[in-house]
């Protein structure tokens, strides 16, 4: 009988072969599998919804079964103080920085501190936008499924990871000059498929508390509140 988890790890196996180039692969294409195997898991975790909800329902998978320290909740502090004005000066992020990695990065509850003991009711949905689940779906998977190029936030590759990180898997940034200087986030193939095999994980014990197996709908009811929604 076959999991999730070995479906998973066989297309990993795929997706790797391919970022190292083999039938003439890139890492677009081993991203666009791992990303839709994750789609796929989702479009099977909850009951049918009526109106499209793609983003929601990736984005609550990824933090559902998210596992250190392949932490998807976790806000990316360089591109939320690019973007955000409001931000910048509360992260304290250098412009002149030479390189950042995954370690400048925090958790909600910490940046949400820095918006005093009031904070706007909206504050986590406009954080979590910066999330790695959400930057995964919005800037890397769809950016990939629908131009195969991720958008300008994201680099496809950082040619300096292998140099100055330990960590050759985790997150880092990418600097670019594009009109202004701006930082890219860069996830590996590794990573994101870490990610697919947490989920694939979490999909098996679903399955294995509710009796299913793998490809069958679990029947699960949506939260009331999705989490990027702020749940």
């Known amino acids: 009988m076959s999991t999730y988890i070995i479906w998973i790890k ?44 793609d983003r929601k329902r990736f984005v609550e998978i990824v933090t559902r079964f998210s596992n250190p320290p392949h932490d998807t909740k976790k806000i990316s502090v360089p591109l939320l103080a690019q973007e955000e004005i409001d931000w910048r000066q509360r992260l304290n992020v250098s412009n002149i920085a030479f390189r950042y990695t995954g370690t400048i990065d925090r958790d909600e509850s910490e ?42 936030r994201v680099a496809s590759a950082d040619p300096l990871r292998g140099i100055f990180d330990r960590d050759t898997l985790g997150i880092s940034y990418v600097n670019r000059l594009h009109e202004r200087k701006m930082r890219q986030i860069n996830f590996s193939l590794e990573w994101i498929a870490a990610v697919a095999e947490n989920v694939a994980s979490g999909m098996d014990a679903e399955c294995n508390r509710g009796n299913k197996y793998i490809g069958e709908n679990l029947g699960l009811n949506p939260p009331s509140t999705w989490w990027i929604d702020g749940a």
Request: with cysteine; glycine share 8%; charged share 20%.
């Open 10 to 53: 066989e297309r990993r196996e795929l997706a790797e072969a391919l970022n190292q180039g083999r039938c003439g692969g890139t890492f677009a294409d081993g991203v666009i599998i791992l990303c839709t195997c994750i789609c796929a898991m989702a479009s099977l975790l909850w009951i049918e919804a009526r109106q499209r909800q």
């Open 111 to 152: 940046i949400v501190a820095l918006g005093g003991p009031t904070p706007h009711p909206d504050i986590r949905k406009t954080i979590r936008r910066y999330s790695y689940a959400n930057i995964l779906y919005t800037d890397v998977r769809s950016g990939f499924a629908h131009t195969y190029m991720p958008t300008d």
